[in-house]
């Protein structure tokens, strides 16, 4: 017995050191762990502090506005719930003196030293723009169907890339982050989900700058931006795989840059294409930058339509549309998204791909700092296209067909990329138009089977994500709620001062 209490004791003894070694790594963790929640909580202070300009390759958007599981699986910053939260109370905490195109330089970075590059499954992403987000004003909801629609038709249609929506909520608006029933629908459908700091002063002249955020999303390839007013009416990633060269199952035809002419601009920005870069988005900041500052010594409209964004026509050299063409800064939001975006990719990064009806263009750098034409292609896209869901304009009916019916001059919206979407432009939004399952109907006429489209699309997406909607009955229940306009339907030159940065009493109109 004796012995026993002996061997006992003498076991205690033997396990005090290790016991003395666990309390020590014990007390060693906790000390790193709150060594580690200081730092983070300095490292946020820092941004925090008025005037200090935020660091784009520390400052990290806000977990809580991804949907993705994977980023706070894999990303060491987003998992300290210190720096989440304060990340979100910061929502950047940039001075709205700063322009548009300082917001997105400095605040808006979806690469980092810190990023893990395997939270991006897929080179290529698609992105939306949508703001005027108010809680009594439902006139945003259209636009958000939108592209709830537009995610879930590209999802069937079988794509591989990424979804990113930026989101800015209205001025006076009472909220801090997007209603729940939205983002949950978002987050259902894998988007990741920007909420920009909300705008001072609230149009369509400033939201549409956003959409040039996605020059500076550098974790992909490619970036595809649709309008929140447009659908995809065909399979999109087409277009990425013609643009990238190491997509080798078909030809790069297009170049890594993609635009798109209408009737009467050489660009419309309710699609696009860009490759994003570091370089690429310092380009687009200093052209945005150098204009504006030019802006203000100019008198009202503040542009100059001779010199545009920063590059002076020849006669040789000029801008085409559909049915139109020209040597002046003078079509439809020239003094905008349109032409800012036209000059971006022609005259900045000089290698573009610009579809003008059935043609390509491909441009190229050439002598004296101007882009210069390597090739101009008809029926180049059509070959590479999928099935067309509906069909809009009577482009299923022979053309002498469409043209009795009055349908001819919108014949070049039979091919791609003007028959891969429909865009619901000014009065012809679904959401704002009454609406009778009995007498609904596919006709290619017009856009009138794309708008019925929209609206089994929507049901069909309601069902599937419990969005709730009665479209049954529509004009009951959600018509007059939604049909208002939203921030405009274009960039108007009253606008111009508070983008431009001009401090005006009254700008004449």
Known sequence: MQNNVISSISKIKRTRPNIRMLLAIASGALMLMWYNNIQAMHSIQEHLIEGNKPDRNRLRIDNTSFSSKKRKEHDPIINNSIYNGLVKVADFQLAREKSYYEEGRDAISHSSPNTN???????????????????????????????????HLLKKLGTTADFWVYVRLSPDSILDDLPPEDRKVLEALGFNIVLLEKPKKESFAQLVYDKFLTINMTDYKRVMFLDADMIPLTGLDFYFHLSDPEYTEVPTLLKPNFIIASREEPCNTGMFMVEPSKEAFEIYSEIVWKQHEEAKSLPYPYFNSENGWGHTFL??????????????????????DQGLMYYYAKYARMEVSIAIGDR??????????????????????ATYQGEVLRYQYLCDKPADEARRLDQGNLLWTCTPPYNSVAHFMGNSKPWRRKFDLRRATDSSFRQFGARYFWFKALAEASDKYEIGLDIKHWNKVHLESVRGSLLGEKAEYQDQADVVGIKVKETTK
């Not at 991006?120 to 709830?148: C, N, Q």
């Not at 020209?326 to 939001?333: E, L, N, S, Y």
């Not at 090739?375 to 180049?380: A, E, K, R």
């Open 117 to 151: 590059k395997t939270e991006f499954v897929s080179p290529y992403a698609y992105a939306w723009v949508i703001g005027g987000i108010h809680e009594d004003r439902l006139a945003y909801k259209g636009f958000m169907w939108t592209i709830f629609i537009s995610a």
């Open 315 to 336: 006669e040789t050299d000029f801008w085409e549309g559909i049915i139109k063409k020209g040597t002046r800064w003078k079509f439809h939001a020239a003094h905008s």
């Open 360 to 381: 390509v263009q491909n441009w190229k750098a050439g002598h004296g700092n101007l882009p210069e034409l390597e090739s101009d292609t008809h029926g180049v896209l």
